[in-house]
């Protein structure tokens, strides 16, 4: 059974960091890509970054670019992501989502399999 668990959201003071992990179970990280979209109300869906199957090739979108990174533990099956620098426009609601290609997220896609999204609250 698939299974994409995010974890590490919370209320941060802007400026503030986050670390995001998505624990898989169900395949291993060479099958599919791995990346996040977050959702805020009031607007569309967001590819936020994502990591080839392959050979990890990281992808970020423009709004988060040199503040985020992307990275995975292949001996946990986990993906996380890095956030510094948060502002209020990063409050949202993030995914992390399992594609064949990275680019069916980035575009804001939710990809073959997401998680149930972990709240990230910037304020302060």
């Known amino acids: 059974q698939v299974q994409l668990v995010e974890s590490g959201g919370g209320l941060v003071q802007p400026g503030g960091s986050l670390r995001l992990s998505c624990a898989v179970s169900?395949?291993?990280?060479?099958?599919?890509?791995i990346g996040w979209f977050r959702q805020a109300p009031g607007k569309e869906r967001e590819g936020v970054s994502c990591i080839t199957n392959n050979n990890g090739n990281t992808y970020y979108a423009d709004s988060v670019k040199g503040r985020v990174t992307i990275s995975r533990d292949n001996a946990k099956n986990t993906v996380y992501l890095q956030m510094n620098s948060l502002t209020p426009e990063d409050t949202a609601i993030y995914y992390c989502a399992a594609a064949f290609k990275c680019g069916t997220i980035v575009t804001g896609s939710r990809g073959r399999y997401w998680g149930q999204g972990t709240q990230v609250t910037v304020s302060s």
């Open positions: 169900g395949f291993t990280l060479d099958y599919y890509s």
